[in-house]
C-alpha cells in the first residue's frame, strides 16, 4: 500500500507581505522623524550657541571701549536717538585711540567712533561703526559688525537725574551707565547689556 504524504506549499500570502512592507514602512518614517528632529534640533542649538558667543564678545568689546575712556577729556562720550521706520537706530559715538578701540593699530592721534545701524541695498540692516580721525578730519569710514540687525537702541543714566535719557549731549560730563539693547533676526527678544562709564577724572589743580 503506498501512502501520500501531503506538505503545505512554504511561502507568504500577499496580505503578509503587504502587512510586512507597512511595517517597515511605518519604522522607516519613525527613524527619519527622529533622525530629522535630532538634526533641527542641533542646528539651533548650534546656532543659539553662536549668537551667545557673538553677543558676549559684543558686549565685551564695549565694555572695554567703555572703560578706556580718556579720563580727563570732555566730549568723551556722547550719544543721539534715531528712529528709521519706527525701529530704534540709536547712535553711540566715544573717543579712541588706535588698537582695539579702533580694531586697528595703523593709525595715529584719536579718532571719533560711533556705533550705530545701517541700510543695506537689499532691505537688510547691519550693525558697524563709523570712524573719524579728530584732529585731522579725514573722510568717515564704516566698518561692519555683525547682520541681521532689527534695531539698536542705548539708554544714558543720569546720576543726577536718577533716571534714564534718550540722548546725552553734555561734553562736560559723563552718564554712570548705558544700556544697550540689540534686536537680530530672527530672535523677537533684545539681547540686552548695562555697562559702567568711569567717571571723569578731575584735571590735576582742582575741578575743571
Known amino acids: 500500500m503506498c501512502f501520500k504524504r501531503h506538505t503545505k506549499a512554504l511561502g507568504f ?34 546656532a543659539s550657541e553662536q549668537e551667545r558667543d557673538l553677543m558676549t564678545a559684543f558686549a565685551g568689546y564695549l565694555r572695554g571701549r567703555m572703560l578706556a575712556l580718556p ?12 528712529r528709521f521706520n519706527r525701529i530704534s537706530s540709536d547712535e553711540l ?19 571719533t567712533v560711533t556705533l550705530t545701524t545701517k541700510e543695506l541695498d537689499h532691505g537688510e540692516c547691519e550693525l558697524g561703526f563709523r570712524r573719524q580721525d579728530v584732529e585731522r578730519k579725514r573722510d568717515v569710514d564704516w566698518l561692519p559688525l555683525m547682520r541681521g540687525v532689527r534695531g539698536f537702541e542705548v539708554r544714558y543714566f543720569d546720576a543726577e537725574r536718577k533716571e534714564w535719557m534718550e540722548k546725552w549731549a553734555d561734553a562736560g560730563s559723563r552718564p554712570t551707565l548705558i544700556r544697550v539693547k540689540l534686536w537680530r533676526d530672527p530672535s523677537p527678544e533684545a539681547y540686552e547689556v548695562v555697562l ?13
Not at 512592507?21 to 534640533?41: D, Q
Open 93 to 111: 559715538t566715544w573717543v579712541a585711540r588706535p588698537g582695539s578701540g579702533l580694531l586697528t593699530r595703523h593709525a595715529t592721534g584719536e579718532w
Open 13 to 46: 500570502t500577499l496580505l503578509e507581505v503587504m502587512l510586512a512592507v507597512c511595517v517597515l514602512a511605518l519604522v522607516g518614517v519613525s527613524v527619519y522623524r527622529f533622525v530629522a528632529t535630532t538634526l533641527t534640533a542641533v542646528r539651533v542649538s548650534k
Open 71 to 82: 579720563s580727563a577729556r570732555p566730549g568723551a562720550i556722547m550719544g543721539e536717538p534715531h
Open 196 to 208: 559702567p562709564i568711569p567717571v571723569k577724572a578731575q584735571p590735576a589743580g582742582g575741578p575743571a
